[in-house]
């Protein structure tokens, strides 16, 4: 299988999952993964490594893994999208300091 195959795989699915997902197409989030394809692949280039496009494809996912997991703690998302489903879906967290319960009250507990 040619290298441009493999390397187009991913954004394409990418695009697609994006599209279904969130019915928009994002020309930056679409070129972002080859953007990062080209630069391990030009890196594992210069260092001469073997298997080049295989590792291109790992890293790239652990790459784009670390960064949304950062972002993610940066942003403190846990908390901010625990007060959201607390009213949308009324869910109850217990909070671990007294074990009491937060979030939309309810009568039947």
Partial sequence: MSIL???L???NLGLLRNYIKYKKLSLTT???T?????????WFLLLGHRNIM???MIYERWYWFLYKSLKSYINDDYNTKKEKYKTKYKIKYITP???K?????????
Wanted: hydrophobic share 40%; glycine share 4%; no cysteine.
């Fill in 9 to 11: 795989i991913t954004p």
């Fill in 30 to 32: 679409y070129l972002r």
């Fill in 34 to 42: 080859p953007a990062i394809y080209f630069l391990l692949h030009t």
């Fill in 5 to 7: 195959l493999l390397y």
């Fill in 54 to 56: 295989y590792k291109v």
């Fill in 101 to 109: 319960v937060s979030g939309v009250e309810d009568t039947n507990l």
């Fill in 97 to 99: 300091v007294n074990n």
